[in-house]
């Protein structure tokens, strides 16, 4: 099987190399057209008497409806970013070590310390992306266990470090990608990531759709 772009198994890792689209939260405000009224208006009730018009009072900011999703999609989307970095310029020690562990836990950490300790062995790297299509859909969530489905483009390669050559002819095409993260003291960490090879048509499975 081709290493560089082994899709066979949901369980073998594939790092996800996306572009970064800026996910705005919209800005909520209340606006209260007070116009002329908001230091009040008069009234006449004798030649000799005016009094202020009250000044309606502010109405109450909006507040926004938290979406229970984000933040399994912005943890998973961190720790994919994170083992991107690292290989693409491996290094299998104590401080690249720690980066993993800040974002993922067992089987996901070990298979992807082995990977960059594979990368440094032979002095390999990995290059190219996964463009994403569409955006990471939360599939479920039961307790503190939550999956992932994402579809991407991938032009992922792997490479000699000294001379940029292809170490495998890499396959370009489509990966369905899959993703389990879990609950740890009030944050999400990935503990397994992998992906299905789709083909050159684009992926199959519902669930890569947003």
Same mark, same amino acid.
């Given at each position: 099987m081709n290493r560089a772009c082994g899709w066979a198994s949901a369980q073998r890792h594939r790092p996800v190399r996306r572009r970064r689209l800026a996910r705005l939260l919209p800005l909520l405000c209340a606006v209260a057209v007070l116009g002329a009224g908001a230091c009040g208006t008069t009234t006449s009730l004798s030649p000799s008497r005016t009094t202020a018009t009250p000044t309606p009072a502010d109405s109450p900011t909006p507040t926004p409806t938290p979406n229970p999703d984000a933040a399994i999609i912005s943890a998973y989307e961190q720790a994919e970013t994170t083992y991107i970095d690292l290989e693409e310029i491996p290094e299998d020690d104590a401080a690249?070590?720690?980066?993993?562990? /800040?974002?993922?836990?067992?089987?996901?950490?070990?298979?992807?310390?082995?990977?960059?300790?594979?990368?440094?062995?032979?002095?390999?790297?990995?290059?190219?992306?996964?463009? /994403?299509?569409?955006?990471?859909?939360?599939?479920?969530?039961q307790g503190t266990s939550a999956t992932i489905h994402e579809c991407g483009y991938t032009t992922l390669a792997t490479v000699n470090a000294a001379t940029g050559q292809d170490v495998n002819v890499p396959a370009f095409g489509y990966v369905l990608l899959t993703a389990t993260l879990v609950d740890q003291s009030g944050g999400w960490v990935v503990s397994t990531d992998g992906g299905q090879w789709e083909g050159t048509q684009g992926c199959s499975t519902a669930t890569a759709s947003p």
């Amino acid at each position: 099987m081709n290493r560089a772009c082994g899709w066979a198994s949901a369980q073998r890792h594939r790092p996800v190399r996306r572009r970064r689209l800026a996910r705005l939260l919209p800005l909520l405000c209340a606006v209260a057209v007070l116009g002329a009224g908001a230091c009040g208006t008069t009234t006449s009730l004798s030649p000799s008497r005016t009094t202020a018009t009250p000044t309606p009072a502010d109405s109450p900011t909006p507040t926004p409806t938290p979406n229970p999703d984000a933040a399994i999609i912005s943890a998973y989307e961190q720790a994919e970013t994170t083992y991107i970095d690292l290989e693409e310029i491996p290094e299998d020690d104590a401080a690249a070590l720690a980066e993993l562990k /800040d974002w993922f836990v067992n089987p996901a950490y070990t298979s992807h310390a082995q990977q960059l300790e594979v990368y440094v062995a032979n002095g390999e790297r990995e290059t190219g992306s996964v463009q /994403d299509v569409g955006t990471p859909t939360v599939t479920s969530v039961q307790g503190t266990s939550a999956t992932i489905h994402e579809c991407g483009y991938t032009t992922l390669a792997t490479v000699n470090a000294a001379t940029g050559q292809d170490v495998n002819v890499p396959a370009f095409g489509y990966v369905l990608l899959t993703a389990t993260l879990v609950d740890q003291s009030g944050g999400w960490v990935v503990s397994t990531d992998g992906g299905q090879w789709e083909g050159t048509q684009g992926c199959s499975t519902a669930t890569a759709s947003p």
